[in-house]
């Protein structure tokens, strides 16, 4: 019986092993990355989801990092049927980033004392828009009522923002987080819809994160400022 050719055996071996071990590899980054041609010759990697979220709590409200207080400590009412109240003009800033979602957090009362939700409400809409009026929260679009000794606070996520309109019926429902995308600057109009002398909006602020336009992955150079803030509601 003559010898086996070892040597030769191995050496087949070892390019099967190496040539596998390639194929296995291409597999894997292949699958990672899906890889497509542009048409230029060139690849790229594709556009991926946005995977930033905003759940509806107040445990991811106060672990969003960008916050800003665009109105506090104001006398506003709607007494003897003049609604009372502020435009607050928005800036924005880092416009290569998209806010994607947020929240709205308001606190309100009159009198010291937290506001009577059946006849009292919240007033905010965008100016020279119908996007928003009489704000009316409601716990099945996420959001969360709280009252306390001497206000009531309420948190609701932008991409809820339940509203009465004008009309006042039905109950709308918009998502203000694109509206900060649009321009430079948006100015809201704000006050406390109540029939009182002494109505006042303790806090009012909007928490919201970002995307880059060009990746939808998370971005912190957005952001949002208070430029100014004038008396009088814009009919």
Request: glycine share 8%; with cysteine; aromatic share 8%.
């Amino acid at each position: 019986m003559s010898e086996l050719p070892y040597k030769e055996i191995l050496k087949t071996l070892g390019i099967f092993a190496l040539g596998f071990a390639i194929i296995v590899s291409v597999a894997q980054i292949t699958g990672k990355l899906f890889l497509e041609d542009t048409g230029g010759g060139s690849v790229v990697e594709p556009t991926l989801p946005a995977i930033v979220e905003c759940p509806a709590d107040l445990v991811a409200f106060a672990s969003t990092s960008k916050k800003v207080d665009i109105l506090a400590d104001k006398i506003s009412n709607g007494y003897q049927g003049e609604l009372k109240g502020y435009r607050v003009v928005l800036e924005r800033k880092g416009l290569t980033a998209d806010v994607v979602c947020g929240y709205l957090l308001y606190q309100v009362s009159f009198g010291k004392k937290p506001i009577e939700l059946n006849n009292m409400l919240f007033y905010m809409r965008p100016t020279n828009s119908e996007l928003g009026g009489h704000i009316i929260p409601d716990d099945a679009k996420g959001a969360i009522i709280d009252t306390f000794s001497d206000r009531t606070q309420v948190l609701m996520p932008l991409s809820s923002i339940t509203y009465d309109g004008i009309e006042k019926n039905p109950i709308k429902e918009i998502d203000w987080a694109p509206l900060f995308n649009l321009g430079k600057t948006i100015e809201f109009q704000v006050a406390l819809s109540a029939a009182v002398p002494d109505g006042y909006v303790n806090r009012v602020q909007l928490a919201y994160k970002c995307v880059n336009k060009e990746t939808r992955r998370p971005d912190d150079t957005c952001e949002i400022t208070v430029k100014e803030v004038l008396n009088g509601l814009q009919p």
